[in-house]
């Protein structure tokens, strides 16, 4: 067990939904990570959050957003969800944003219908 | 941009022996951390073992050991005395030392059967 929780760990919706992915990091951890595991992308980087502010984005679609709350949780929001937005959706978290070790949650499978 | 590249999609062997995994990276940095992870049917993300690009030895965790070579910029790993429970996807990954952000760039991973 990382620490790092996430919650729903499945979710099944349609298309043109909106969904949130919500993380808890591990205890006294600041920045959070938002990864994306699809078969066709691979894991990729989506964005990251250190202590309430955006610290780096990567390939995250318009539709997508993230944000961290002053309780250090975060969530990610996907709207008008499409087929190919079905994937793994992992969050980790770190001590700060620099520091080299992530500790990774057992991410929300989600599927769009 | 760095990159991580996996050239063996699916690796197999037999209990107790050794097998190798191939990762290359491309970047311009010369401080980073390069990592293994290892992901079982239940999808979980687990450190393997990590290098630190200024360390010229070579990083061990019990069977796990990896042959980092910084100048053809690769590394990879070698699993000694397999055991069924090592079979899972392995990602390579690269993070930057000392940037503004640590994300990882994962590689596209090698499927490891072990087979008894």
């Known amino acids: 067990d990382s620490g790092v929780t996430q919650t729903p760990k499945h979710l099944i919706t349609a298309t043109g939904q909106r969904v949130t992915l919500r993380c808890s990091p591990r205890?006294?951890?600041?920045?959070v990570y938002w990864y994306q595991q699809s078969l066709d992308q691979g894991l990729q980087f989506l964005i990251q959050?250190?202590?309430?502010?955006?610290?780096a984005k990567g390939n995250i679609l318009e539709r997508f957003s993230a944000q961290q709350f002053p309780d250090l949780h975060s969530e990610l929001n996907l709207s008008s969800l499409e087929l190919g937005d079905s994937a793994l959706y992992f969050c980790?978290?770190?001590?700060?944003?620099?520091?080299?070790?992530?500790?990774f949650g057992p991410g929300t499978r989600l599927t769009v219908t | 941009a760095q990159t991580v590249t996996q050239s063996q999609p699916e690796m197999s062997v037999q209990e107790a022996e050794t097998v190798t995994l191939s990762c290359t990276y491309d970047?311009?940095?010369?401080?980073?951390?390069l990592f293994w992870y290892k992901q079982p049917p239940s999808r979980q993300m687990i450190l393997v073992i990590r290098?630190?690009?200024?360390?010229?030895q070579n990083a061990t965790e019990n069977r796990f050991s990896v042959n980092f070579q910084k100048a053809a910029k690769s590394f990879s790993l070698k699993i000694s005395d397999s055991q069924l429970g090592d079979a899972a996807m392995y990602f390579c990954?690269?993070?930057?030392?000392?940037?503004?952000?640590?994300?990882?760039?994962f590689g596209t991973g090698t499927l490891l059967a072990v087979q008894p």
């Open positions: 990954a690269y993070t930057d030392y000392g940037g503004a952000t640590n994300k990882l760039i």
């Open positions: 290098q630190e690009a200024y360390k010229q």
């Open positions: 205890s006294g951890d600041l920045s």
């Open positions: 980790a978290s770190s001590v700060d944003p620099t520091y080299y070790e992530q500790y």
């Open positions: 959050y250190y202590n309430g502010e955006e610290r």
């Open positions: 970047t311009s940095e010369s401080d980073y951390y």
